[in-house]
């Protein structure tokens, strides 16, 4: 199986400001990540992803990091936008032939202007 | 445009009721996934299928049923709601990508009195 975990429930920072929002997972086999953006009231958007055979991705003010030695995946937001205001999810796939996600707790990010 | 429809939104049902929460899709996606999350935490994933008549229960122990007559559709059903069912419902479908091209619909919030 696998098992998701959260770092930070709760993260606060000023607009403009660089976030980073971290996850854990726990199988090494663990093929395929994803991180989501949840609106209040909405479902799960997509933001980024990354396999297993790369250690970093870049998006449009979105990096995703993945350390696969300590099993830490992270999501770096620049210049964090009122916007940006959502609860972040990471989750993760075992990859070829699962097509079910395991998701981890959440941080909700509170973006002041 | 969502290409994923939940209804309904919002529902406040009695103690033992039977209730299904229904769930649309109009991109041709053969996998579908019914997830529960409850507030400000992970989705848990509870049934999935994989096309027409497969069911499959997730990770989540789940007193509700699932069914998939029709490749659009993915109905989930309580014989008798209990206060401990009232979560949020969300269900999600991908096509050829599995995991990587998952689409949320906006969630049923089910409170049970």
């Known amino acids: 199986g696998e098992s998701v975990g959260l770092h930070l429930p709760t993260l606060s920072v000023q607009e403009g400001d660089n976030s980073i929002i971290n996850c854990a997972y726990s199988n090494s086999a663990s093929d395929y990540f994803i991180w989501y953006k949840q609106e209040s009231g909405k479902g799960p958007q997509f933001i980024i992803d990354?396999?297993?055979?790369?250690d970093k991705r870049q998006g449009q003010r979105v990096t995703v990091l993945l350390n696969k030695t300590v099993k830490h995946l992270s999501l770096q937001i620049a210049a964090t936008q009122p916007g940006d205001s959502a609860v972040y999810f990471c989750a993760v796939n075992l990859g070829s032939g699962y097509s079910t996600l395991t998701f981890g707790k959440g941080t909700m990010l509170l973006v002041s202007p | 445009e969502a290409d994923i429809y939940q209804t309904p939104r919002y529902l406040v049902i009695g103690t033992g009721k039977k209730i299904t929460l229904e769930c649309s899709q109009t991109?041709?996606?053969?996998?579908m996934y019914w997830y529960q999350q409850d507030p400000g935490m992970e989705l848990h994933l509870i049934h999935y299928s994989y096309g027409v008549n497969s069911t499959e229960k997730g990770d989540l122990s789940s007193e509700s049923t699932v069914s998939r007559i029709r490749t659009e559709h993915f109905p989930l059903t309580l014989e008798s709601a209990r206060p401990s069912h009232t979560s949020q419902y969300l269900c999600?479908?991908?096509?050829?990508?599995?995991?990587?091209?998952?689409?949320f619909g906006s969630g049923t919030r089910l409170t049970v009195v």
């Open positions: 990354i396999r297993s055979n790369m």
């Open positions: 991109m041709g996606h053969d996998k």
């Open positions: 999600a479908s991908s096509g050829p990508q599995g995991a990587r091209g998952y689409t």
